[in-house]
């Protein structure tokens, strides 16, 4: 089995760069489940999907190179989550009470 040294400055800047991307995202699926008119479950539901798909890619395009990268491919996937769902509703219930309310 192959071991890397990683370099923590390097493993933190990217965790940063998965956590801004992640962000990104959480504001983009919140524009748009606000645009849509979803509420309730049906909206946090979305974000569900969504975020397995958006962590889904992330598995894909870092899985085979993360040991080089970053120190656990648990953290690239699952960190973030949490904080993205917030974003998600500040934008969902924005984009939602401007084309639906106002």
């Not at 995202?25 to 969504?50: D, P, Q, V």
């Not at 648990?74 to 106002?102: C, K, P």
């Amino acid at each position: 089995m192959d071991h890397h040294t990683i370099n923590p400055v390097a493993a933190a800047k990217n965790m940063a760069i998965i956590s801004q991307s992640r962000t990104l995202a959480s504001i983009l699926f919140g524009c748009a489940a606000g645009i849509l008119g979803l509420t309730s479950l049906k909206g946090f539901a979305f974000y569900a999907i969504f975020s397995a798909i958006f962590s889904g890619l992330l598995f894909v395009v870092v899985g085979p190179k993360s040991s080089q990268f970053f120190a656990s491919m648990r953290s690239v996937v699952w960190d973030g989550i949490t904080d993205g769902m917030l974003t998600f509703v500040l934008f969902w219930t924005l984009l939602y009470a401007m084309v639906h309310l106002f």
